[in-house]
């Protein structure tokens, strides 16, 4: 069965980049889609964006260019990396799989919080 | 961005009832919409997609209709394992936009 977890720092300043991974097991990230997703506290979920089994990807506009998602296959790993963050970057963050473009996600990690605070 | 708005945020039920939870996209988004079941501790669980199919595993008690920009999940004689949130989401493009949730509690 596929399996996702992700892990990082629970507590990233304002100013810096917080940087989490996404490990995934019983699957290859090789194949399909892999997303992050964030809910903020009072449960607004917003979808960051996604690396394909190609490894292009695609980002929420919102982002802008703070965002950048990348991978290594060797280690079946992806990451996100959220530049410049705020108070406002304070969520839960979740890793989870498409099965191709534009389909829903099937699995997900069970999330790591985030608390951006000096 | 497609808007996807949901309610009640809040609904209260007792065992055995039925509940129905809104979905309203901002535009049409054909039936490109998801359903998740999120439990503390748990990993989200993709419920329904397409707006009416079951992903495998889910419980025939759950149900979803709609098509266009209105949706709803059905839950029919409801189990104390079904009192926690739900959210709709779309897929019909991107940026993938989700509801605000419902907690559905014990009444």
């Known amino acids: 069965e596929v399996q996702l977890q992700e892990s990082g720092p629970g507590l990233v300043k304002p100013s810096q980049s917080l940087s989490l991974t996404c490990s995934v097991t019983?699957?290859?990230?090789?194949?399909?889609?892999w997303g992050w997703i964030r809910k903020f506290p009072g449960n607004k979920m917003e979808w960051m964006g996604y690396?394909?089994?190609?490894?292009?990807?695609s980002y929420n506009p919102s982002l802008k260019s703070r965002i950048s998602i990348t991978r290594d296959t060797s280690k079946n790993q992806f990451f996100l990396q959220l530049n410049s963050v705020t108070t406002e970057d304070t969520a839960t963050y979740y890793c989870?799989?498409?099965?191709?473009?534009?389909?829903?996600?099937?699995?997900w990690g069970q999330g790591v919080m985030v608390t951006v605070s000096s | 961005d497609v808007q996807m708005t949901q309610s009640p945020s809040y609904l209260a039920a007792s065992p055995g009832e039925s509940v129905s939870i809104s979905c309203k996209a901002s535009?049409?988004?054909?039936?490109?919409l998801a359903w998740y079941q999120e439990k503390p501790g748990k990993a989200n669980k993709l419920l329904i997609y397409?707006?009416?199919t079951l992903q495998s595993g889910t419980p025939s008690r759950f149900s979803g209709s709609g098509s266009g920009t209105d949706f709803t999940l059905t839950i029919r004689s409801l189990e104390p394992e079904d009192f926690t949130v739900y959210y709709c989401q779309h897929y019909n493009e991107y940026p993938l936009t989700f509801g605000s949730g419902t907690k559905l509690e014990i009444k």
């Open positions: 535009k049409s988004i054909s039936t490109y």
């Open positions: 019983g699957y290859s990230i090789t194949s399909n889609y």
């Open positions: 397409s707006g009416s």
């Open positions: 690396i394909s089994y190609s490894g292009s990807t």
């Open positions: 989870a799989r498409c099965r191709w473009y534009l389909f829903p996600f099937d699995y």
